[in-house]
């Protein structure tokens, strides 16, 4: 069964950097997000499923219908929260020691599963504006506890919509050091809120996040997996010291491997869940990237399935290495 895709229509924008503010394609700038749904719809047809959006910047109230109406029959999978797109929010939005500022983070995380929850869409939040820059600077205690707090709310207010939210960490960027920065830190929001009898919370692994960490792809999905938190997972790849989100097979191109056979292990994609394609391609046409990056995923993915997994299993078992190249290598191709 080939695994339903989905799409950050971020992908295609202007790809602004902190050098070049106007973006490394201008040309895109003025594109309203009809437009923006429309062009990637016809570029990309059935290669794409769904879509994800940005709550309110890319998706809100007002436009909702226009886009419902532009994707032409493809579904929206996913809703993520914005609050790091929005500089009210510079020095944390759930985290933020100003009570006045903090309220209003959480309206609008909770506006933003409202919108999901409408939409019949997952809920993403990415707390990329929830850390500090500086040592010294934050309220360690009292920032995770409102952090946990706001979390929690987003979670019971999915809950009413009988929608999942999923939770993506990052270590830096915007904030230099976001709080829920790895795995860890992730499974410990999360079992916060187990115990308070708030179960519908899962990960989205952002591959390109991971490797910044030095965390094994393949490892941290089978160990979601077996615990029933492999929630989402957003498609990519780089050079691993910044969050490039280069094409999909671009770098990392065995540890993507050993993941899509721990997918297919998982049974990932049974239950309806989808490759979610988490894209910047600075300076390539952005159509063009997906497409590559679908395709290239595809072609990961055939080798995994035809790797002899019993045998490999057996030599697992052993912790044998040799052996273990020797499967994987025979699956792409080598005598």
């Given amino acids: 069964m080939t695994l ?39 570029g990309l047809g059935d290669l794409i499923d769904d879509y994800e959006f940005h709550y309110p910047q890319e998706i809100n109230e007002q436009n909702a219908a226009a ?13 993520a929260t914005g609050l790091h797109l929005d500089p009210l929010f510079g020095r944390g939005g759930l985290c933020s020691p100003d009570a006045s500022v903090r309220a209003e983070a959480v309206r609008r995380t909770l506006a933003a599963a409202d919108m999901a929850g409408s939409l019949h869409a997952n809920f993403i939040i990415w707390p990329g504006i929830e850390g ?18 706001g979390i929690g709310a987003a979670a019971k207010r999915c809950k009413e919509h009988r929608i999942t939210l999923f939770l993506e960490h990052k270590n830096s960027e915007p904030a230099m050091k976001i709080l829920m920065r790895n795995i860890g830190m992730t499974l410990h929001v999360i079992h916060k809120l187990r115990a308070q ?15 910044m ?30 969050d490039d989100d280069n094409m999909v097979g671009a ?19 049974d239950h309806g869940e989808r490759l979610g394609f988490d894209l910047y391609p600075y300076t390539e046409d952005a159509i063009a990237a997906v497409r590559r990056s679908v395709l290239q995923w595809r072609f990961i993915d055939s080798v995994a399935a ?30």
């Fill in 4 to 42: 339903k895709t989905s799409l950050g229509i971020w992908a295609l924008g202007p790809m602004i950097t902190r050098f070049v503010p106007i973006g490394y394609q201008p040309q895109w700038t003025s594109e309203n997000i009809v437009d923006k749904v429309k062009r990637a719809v016809a």
């Fill in 67 to 79: 886009i419902k109406e532009a994707l032409g029959g493809h579904g929206i999978y996913c809703v």
């Fill in 132 to 149: 500090y820059n500086y040592p010294f600077q934050t309220p360690y205690r009292e920032s995770w506890a409102w952090l946990v707090e």
């Fill in 197 to 211: 009898g708030i179960d519908n919370v899962k990960v989205n692994m952002d591959w390109q996040h991971l490797l």
């Fill in 213 to 242: 960490n030095g965390e094994n792809l393949a490892e941290y999905a089978a160990m979601l997996a077996g615990e029933g938190l492999l929630g989402h997972q957003h498609a990519n790849s780089g050079w691993g010291t910044f």
């Fill in 251 to 269: 770098t990392a191109f065995m540890e993507t491997l050993e993941l899509a056979l721990e997918l297919r292990r998982a049974g990932y994609g």
């Fill in 306 to 335: 035809r790797i002899d997994d019993v045998a490999l299993r057996e030599a697992q078992s052993r912790k044998d290495a040799v052996r273990a190249y020797e499967i994987v290598y025979r699956a792409l191709g080598a005598e």
